[in-house]
Nanobody
Framework: QVQFVESGGGLVQPGGSLRLSCTIS????????LAWYRQAPGNQRELVAF??????????ESAKGRPSRFTIARDNAKSTVYLQMNSLKQEDTALYYC?????????WGQGTQVVVSS
């Protein structure tokens, strides 16, 4: 059974940082592209970033910045994907999930809550 376990969220002030982690079981981790998604209250779930099997990365406009605000990474040995988030803004407040990409697995995890507030 495929399971996604997200962690690392919390309450942070604007401009702060968080590092999210997602450990995935039940798959051959290195065989899959992976992604982080988020869902803000009242909004649909949206893609934040994805990382390919070869560790090529892509970020949506909401995650970009100069320099890029978010960094996605993977550790195949630990079956874990990370999302380092810097320069957080109030609009980054959401429930963050990881999943396979581009075709998501049906078993979404519980997500990890990120609240950016002063």
């Amino acid at each position: 059974q495929v399971q996604f376990v997200e962690s690392g969220g919390g309450l942070v002030q604007p401009g702060g940082s968080l590092r999210l982690s997602c450990t995935i079981s039940g798959i051959i981790f290195g065989d899959h592209h992976l992604a982080w998604y988020r869902q803000a209250p009242g909004n649909q779930r949206e893609l934040v970033a994805f990382i390919t099997k070869a560790a090529t990365t892509y970020y949506t406009e909401s995650a970009k910045g100069r320099p890029s605000r978010f960094t996605i990474a993977r550790d195949n040995a630990k079956s874990t994907v990370y999302l380092q988030m810097n320069s957080l803004k109030q609009e980054d407040t959401a429930l963050y999930y990881c999943n396979l990409y581009p075709q998501n697995h049906a078993n979404w995890g519980q997500g990890t809550q990120v609240v950016v507030s002063s």
